[in-house]
């Protein structure tokens, strides 16, 4: 069973503190990972999606990186404006769900002023 | 260019009453995704289109749950003699496979309130 497991569950930064927030994942055959932010009461927006490790993708302050076993999203000098939770998910190779995303429960960002 | 609608944005309703919610996907996307989300849980995957049928009802917590898509377009999720543990955002996102890659994009939910 495909397993998402994020931390930590909440982060508080002050404005411009860089910090990373991690996923692990367990998965058969990883066909992607992706990062999506929530706001309250929105759904989850996509941010990045990554395939193979070594991999990098760059958004503004956001960089995430991809290993075997586990995804990292930097976060550069944070504003109050990147609050949000943050969402990782992975998709698997095989069986008759390949295309179905197995979210982690999220970190919770909050940026201070 | 509109995004993936949903309606209503939120329900609440009775204990064993019927509630139907509606999924309105980017035009042109083929496949189309419900998700659940409840307090301090993940998202949870219920059930995949592909066109109007359904390769993977996996997820679907009972018999109680259904849905179906129409003109490979929108979508219905029906929940029939509701439950409390029903209580919950419920998501919708579409995709259009493409080049190897499989985007979902969401809907804002509709928040099930069960009394």
């Known amino acids: 069973e495909d397993q998402v497991t994020q931390s930590p569950e909440a982060l508080r930064l002050q404005e411009g503190e860089s910090s990373s927030l991690n996923c692990s994942y367990t998965?058969?055959?990883?066909?992607?990972l992706f990062w999506y932010r929530q706001d309250p009461g929105k759904g989850p927006e996509f941010l990045f999606t990554?395939?193979?490790?070594?991999e990098e993708k760059e958004k503004e302050r956001l960089k995430a990186t991809l290993t075997k076993k586990e995804s990292f999203l930097h976060i550069t000098a944070p504003k109050p404006e990147d609050s949000a939770t943050y969402l990782c998910a992975v998709q698997a190779w095989g069986g008759g769900s390949n295309y179905k995303l197995t979210f982690g429960k999220g970190t919770l960002l909050t940026v201070n002023p | 260019g509109a995004g993936v609608s949903q309606s209503p944005s939120n329900k609440v309703t009775e204990k064993g009453k019927d509630v139907e919610l509606r999924c309105d996907p980017i035009?042109?996307?083929?496949?189309l995704y419900w998700y659940r989300q409840s307090l301090g849980q993940g998202l949870e995957f219920l059930i995949y289109?592909?066109?109007?049928?359904?390769?993977?009802k996996s997820g679907l917590p009972s018999d109680r749950f259904s849905a179906e898509r129409t003109g490979g377009s929108v979508s219905t999720l029906t929940i029939q003699r509701t439950q409390q543990e029903d209580s919950a955002v419920y998501l919708c996102?579409?995709?259009?496979?493409?080049?190897?890659?499989?985007?979902?994009?969401f809907g804002a939910g509709t928040r099930l309130s069960v009394l």
């Open positions: 990554l395939y193979s490790a070594g």
């Open positions: 998965v058969s055959g990883l066909r992607g």
């Open positions: 035009s042109g996307h083929t496949a």
């Open positions: 996102a579409s995709s259009l496979y493409s080049g190897g890659k499989n985007i979902q994009y």
């Open positions: 289109f592909q066109g109007n049928s359904a390769p993977d």
